[in-house]
């Protein structure tokens, strides 16, 4: 089985609201990601909402456009390019976020999101690695359990990616613990 | 699901023909909740009432998937610590007791106190879903207070079965202070990664 049947495995056999790690090497972090999102919104007719802190949206958009994803199905919530300084794009499809380590304005942002959008939709935190670079990590599990919960209530999907054994163990432990199914690629 | 050794630990413990048990769960943290649901289903099974206080998880949640799994929620009180914690409006639910989004400790202690009585089984637990959860929000000396009240609650209650369990994620049970809890319970508990 490849890694994209693996994940169309995984991803299709789960109840409303699921929430799923995903765990991969860094070699392939990029390639399950793209095929992730290609496959909720492709084949399950998904909104997602991406929190992205590893990537700017410009990059995004055209690994978007490489992999055929209908970037219409998407809304980047770019947490990287205002505190980069990059040039910020008008588009209907991102907000920028003043930083990664705003976990509050995230949190904010990924609430108003789930409630401006309707239907069915995943919210994709990319990555826990990247997020916890720039945030202590005691608050950051905080900041993902508050955000777990609320997408919970709402009965919202979501997927959390990090880098196999990469992670602080403990950290690790507390966000896996909280996920229904741990999916490692 | 628990794999029938474990099953027998858990019914070893709460068949131990003695007025509150204290049991510590270490579980696997790749099925910890459906772990969680195993137990509650094992306990309902042998005629438990419970008080189920949730860290993780919201109120909806738990209650959506117990059902789903033949569990009778009837049989069980919630304290929604987790919407609480998150500062979202608590699910309005007979069933549901609400707790401020402070979650002083004393509050908790108290709703659990008074929740009690209102189980009608004589057989009753009291389920904490994560120790560890908690403790990301509030100190260690209040969950050590905290742990200790509902060790003292269950240990005084002379006329009724009262069982009380800790589940703690495998990966975090070396922690320091769940080792000093784990001091108090009468058994521990260690679920297999591939149960």
């Known amino acids: 089985m490849n890694d994209i049947e693996k994940i169309s495995k995984e991803l299709n056999n789960l109840p409303e609201g699921w929430i799923v790690m995903l765990e991969t090497s860094p070699e392939k972090m ?19 909402i991406i929190v992205s802190a590893s990537r700017p949206q410009k990059n995004l958009i055209q690994l978007y456009k490489q992999k055929n994803i209908d970037t219409k199905k998407i809304l980047i919530l770019d947490c990287i390019s205002k505190s980069q300084s990059l040039n910020l794009e008008e588009a ?9 380590s705003s976990l509050t304005n995230i949190s904010l942002a990924i609430t108003a999101s789930i409630q401006r959008i309707p239907g069915d939709k995943f919210v994709f935190i990319d990555s826990l690695n990247s997020m916890l670079i720039h945030n202590k990590p005691e608050i950051f599990v905080q900041f993902i359990h508050g955000i777990l919960t609320k997408m919970r209530i709402v009965g919202v999907n979501g997927l959390l990616i990090s ?21 490692i690629i | 699901m628990l794999k029938d050794e474990t099953k027998k630990s858990i019914e070893q413990a709460i068949q131990m023909n003695k007025h509150g048990v204290i049991i510590m769960i270490e ?10 649901s195993s137990t509650i289903t094992l306990l309902t099974n042998h005629g438990f009432q419970g008080i189920y206080i ?13 059902e789903s ?33 402070e979650l002083d400790i004393d509050e908790l202690v108290k709703a659990i106190y008074l929740s009690l009585p209102k189980l009608k089984s004589q057989k009753k637990f009291i389920f904490i879903d994560s120790l560890t959860t908690i403790s990301q929000y509030k100190p260690l000396s209040e969950i050590m207070r905290f742990s200790e009240f509902l060790i003292k609650t269950v240990r005084k209650e002379n006329e009724e079965n009262v069982i009380l369990i800790f589940n703690v994620a495998k990966d975090l049970a070396q922690k320091k202070f769940i080792r000093d809890v784990a001091f108090h319970v009468d058994q521990v508990i260690s679920v297999e990664n591939n149960e």
């Open chain 2, 69 to 101: 799994e033949g569990i009778d929620t009837s049989t069980l009180l919630f304290i929604d610590a987790a919407t609480a914690l998150s500062g979202e409006k608590q699910h309005e639910d007979a069933r549901c007791i609400h707790v401020s989004q």
């Open chain 1, 163 to 183: 880098l196999e054994n990469e992670t602080d163990k403990e950290v690790h432990a507390e966000i896996a613990q909280l996920c229904d199914r741990i999916v």
């Open chain 2, 27 to 36: 579980l696997p943290i790749n099925a910890y909740f459906e772990m969680n």
């Open chain 2, 54 to 66: 949730s860290f993780q998880r919201p109120f909806k949640n738990i209650s959506s998937f117990f």
């Open chain 1, 30 to 48: 990029l390639e399950v990601s793209l095929s992730t999102i290609k496959f909720l919104s492709d084949e399950k007719n998904y909104i997602g």
């Open chain 1, 92 to 100: 209907s499809n991102v907000l920028y976020l003043e930083s990664v």
